[in-house]
């Protein structure tokens, strides 16, 4: 039986946070350090940036985990080597915040026009995970975003950057080890 971890939980010990997600490539990276950079300049607000090399898009949480789950990772990753989805482009276009429970996160957020792709894959993941029996954390909803940084508050106003074109050719399953700031790409998927 999988050990599954709430929230109160996972702070007090170091559990394994299971999700797909989509990593950035070399282009779309250097895009979105300059995105990032932007806030340096751009806000009086405090905030804190985070580690380059974690930055993603979140596609399906898939629970949290006193211990690593490996028959259960192992069986998300059949399901992702099943999936079968062309690549695509979408595009970030400003910066956000979102109301946190202590600090806010700022994310890059996609342009509405350019998100149907991406909707449509996190759909099929989504009905493949469900379909297998993996889909308990599934979220109902999808706001597709790069979390950079936390503020200490709220941005006033979206922040306009440099369009990042961002072309998804590979999703990857990823383990975050919860309070360490560490993620460990468990295995990665190319698009058909």
């Known amino acids: 039986m999988l050990a599954q971890v709430n929230d109160a939980q996972a702070m007090t010990i170091a559990a394994h946070r299971l999700f797909f997600a989509l990593r950035p490539d070399t282009e779309s990276s250097g895009a979105i350090a300059s995105a990032m950079a932007v806030l340096k300049g751009t806000t009086a607000v405090r905030h ?3 580690k380059f090399a974690n930055l ?3 596609l399906h949480f898939l629970g949290d985990f006193a211990e690593y789950p490996h028959d259960f990772a192992e069986r998300a990753k059949i399901v ?3 999936v079968d989805f062309p690549p695509f482009e979408f595009v970030l276009d400003r910066i956000v915040s ?9 994310v890059l957020r996609s342009a509405p026009d350019s998100e149907s792709k991406l909707h449509d894959f996190w ?3 989504g009905a493949a995970l469900t379909q297998a029996g993996l889909g308990a954390e599934l979220e109902r909803r999808f706001t597709p975003h790069v979390t950079i940084a936390y503020g200490d508050a709220q941005l006033p106003e979206p922040i306009a950057i440099v369009p990042v074109r961002w072309r ?3 999703f990857a399953l990823i383990d975050s080890r ?3 700031a560490h993620h460990e790409v468990l295995a990665e998927w190319e698009l058909a």
Do not use: M
């Open 48 to 50: 804190r940036l985070l």
């Open 56 to 58: 993603h898009v979140t």
């Open 80 to 82: 992702a080597g099943a």
């Open 98 to 106: 979102f109301r946190g429970r202590n600090q806010s996160p700022w």
């Open 123 to 125: 759909q099929q993941l």
């Open 168 to 170: 998804v050719r590979r």
């Open 178 to 180: 919860i309070g360490r």
